[in-house]
């Protein structure tokens, strides 16, 4: 298959709800067994040729849509499935902003900061992680943001289903953006 500058659809389910993102060879097979309910986008992602089609009598070709829906009931409600918190979309969501002293750094200039320290019980969770630069982290050490007296400049939040497919920064067709931004929550930060 041909090499394409926008390689990943994204994937939903029946009702509209962001299931993965996946290959345009997964995708093209989907279309090719006529397991796609709807399709959204301007226009094809790719456009896939092959041999002859001798009961057709003309070419194979198959347009891949750059946003899937697959029939079927979804077996799970995906928004109750709290995203993965992983440090590129942490950064993504906080807009690369030190939590503490509200400067925009580089990404290679950031941490992972988690409000209650791991060593006093806090966890790994979107509400109990901010974005931090070097200099703030070290500052706040093993102490809360009122123990060190460094108030958060900013509250973190679980983000919506939508935000995460956004926040994971893969490179996508600004069709393909504009359908997932025109369904982020009001209070979202990506708006």
């Given at each position: 298959m041909p090499t394409?500058?926008?390689?990943?659809?994204?994937?939903?389910?029946?009702?509209?709800?962001?299931?993965?993102?996946?290959?345009?060879?997964q995708?093209?097979?989907?279309?090719?067994?006529?397991?796609?309910?709807?399709?959204?986008?301007q226009g094809p992602l790719a456009v896939l040729r092959g041999g002859f089609n001798v009961p057709r009598g003309a070419p194979s070709v198959l347009a891949v849509p750059p946003i899937i829906a697959l029939h079927g009931a979804p077996s799970?409600?995906?928004?109750?499935?709290?995203?993965?918190?992983v440090k590129g979309k942490l950064l993504r969501r906080d807009r690369h902003t030190c939590a503490y002293c509200?400067?925009?750094?580089?990404?290679?200039?950031?941490?992972?900061e988690h409000i209650v320290p791991a060593s006093r019980g806090g966890a790994w969770s979107w509400m109990n992680l901010v974005t931090a630069c070097a200099g703030c982290n070290g500052?706040?050490?093993?102490?809360?943001p009122e123990e060190a007296g460094m108030p958060l400049a900013y509250l973190p939040y679980v983000p919506s289903r939508?935000?995460?497919?956004?926040?994971?920064?893969?490179?996508i067709r600004a069709d393909v953006h504009d359908w997932l931004a025109a369904r982020l929550p009001k209070h979202s930060r990506l708006n």
């Open positions: 394409h500058r926008y390689s990943q659809v994204l994937q939903l389910d029946i009702q509209g709800t962001p299931q993965a993102w996946i290959s345009l060879e995708a093209a097979t989907h279309v090719a067994r006529g397991a796609v309910a709807w399709a959204e986008g799970v409600n995906l928004f109750d499935i709290v995203p993965a918190v509200a400067q925009v750094w580089p990404e290679r200039d950031l941490q992972c500052r706040k050490a093993d102490r809360t939508f935000e995460s497919f956004l926040l994971e920064g893969r490179h």
